[in-house]
């Protein structure tokens, strides 16, 4: 702990500073849809909200707000950075769910589908919601992994809490679930309301996004693909 105490000091500057010249160290990107947690430290989050706060507060004040006697903006500045960073953001900076595997020991290779699962993000082109749900439909082998049906939940959830764009985040759940499952075949469809467009420019309500990912089996055989999207839209 000492030594890691030394090495802050001896780097100095902000934490965010700190983190990015490690990222760029190693060459590394970090996107808005990047996560970054294997290079932040024991206690470099706190910091990071601490940081985040007094950079948030800054842009309360360029906003003309008087946090000083208005008592519902008081603690706004700290209340949004802990927000970004430990909720709306947490797959950039926390590291993915546990998830245990077991071996596909009955052999299992019918068509298996998990969803709607619900889907909350952040547009990172205006920083607006992004709120859906999600269909996941798997062709395992005997060699696949099985997992929880929580943990799909879970890694869906892991990569959309950062600032996504749709087309992005639906090809990150794919390779994820790929990596970790090793089935035949993935398919996946997404279908989310973008306030972005809710509350500005158009300002359309009425309009959702849909698109599909389709890996392996699910995109060279049509008959199980149609499959697929037959059984995902009895449960819309």
């Known amino acids: 702990m000492k030594k890691q105490k030394a090495t802050r000091e001896t780097a100095g500057g902000q934490v965010s500073e700190r983190i990015r010249r490690r990222l760029q160290k190693q060459g590394r990107r970090f996107h808005a849809n990047d996560n970054i947690a294997d290079v932040i430290e024991s206690g470099e989050v706190d910091e990071l909200i601490n940081e985040v706060a007094t950079r948030m507060q800054s842009v309360l004040e360029s906003l003309v707000i008087d946090t000083k006697s208005d008592h519902n903006t008081q603690d706004t500045a700290r209340r949004v950075a802990k927000m970004y960073v430990t909720e709306v953001f947490r797959g950039r900076y926390f590291a ?18 998990v969803g709607p699962v619900k889907v909350r993000s952040t547009c990172s082109h205006h920083f607006c919601p992004i709120m859906g749900r999600v269909w996941i439909g798997l062709m395992p082998n005997e060699h696949s992994n099985l997992i929880g049906l929580s943990k799909y939940v879970r890694l869906t959830d892991w990569i959309m809490t950062r600032p996504q764009i749709q ?32 509350w500005r420019g158009v300002k359309d309500d009425g309009s959702k996004m849909i698109n599909s990912v389709m890996r392996g089996s699910f995109l060279k055989d ?6 697929f999207l037959s059984l995902i839209k009895l449960k819309s």
């Open 96 to 113: 993915a769910p546990a998830v245990t595997e077991f071996p596909n020991a009955e052999r299992l290779n019918e068509l298996m589908i």
């Open 167 to 198: 087309e992005e985040a639906i090809t990150q759940i794919a390779e994820l679930l790929m990596t970790k499952v090793n089935p035949d075949g993935l398919a996946l469809v997404m279908e989310a309301d973008h306030y972005c467009m809710h």
């Open 222 to 227: 049509h008959t199980l693909r149609r499959e």
